[in-house]
């Protein structure tokens, strides 16, 4: 495939082999996901106050919906509830 622009000439080749799309795709999510991780953990700041029930009802959440994600990745999936304090 050739692209043209101002004059300029650049060639580049477009494959999808197997996996492409799956690593392209998730890596994108992956740092998504990362970047909500650590927003969440602002929460740790002063200015929020949270009782310790709260903060663990977090912390199982988001180590529930890491084990879900695990299993769907291994092909061995579940329902999961959504989340709520």
């Known amino acids: 495939m050739t692209l043209t622009q101002a004059g300029a000439n650049v060639n580049f080749t477009v494959s999808l082999i197997n996996g492409n799309r799956f690593i392209e795709t998730g890596a994108g999510r992956v740092d998504k ?3 909500a991780i650590r927003r969440i953990g602002n929460l740790a700041a002063p200015s929020y106050e949270s009782t310790e029930a709260e903060r663990q009802k977090i912390i199982d959440a988001i180590f529930a919906e890491a084990n879900e994600l ?16």
């Open 33 to 35: 996901a990362l970047i």
């Open 70 to 85: 695990k299993q769907k990745l291994e092909g061995k999936s579940k329902q999961r509830e959504p989340f709520s304090f």
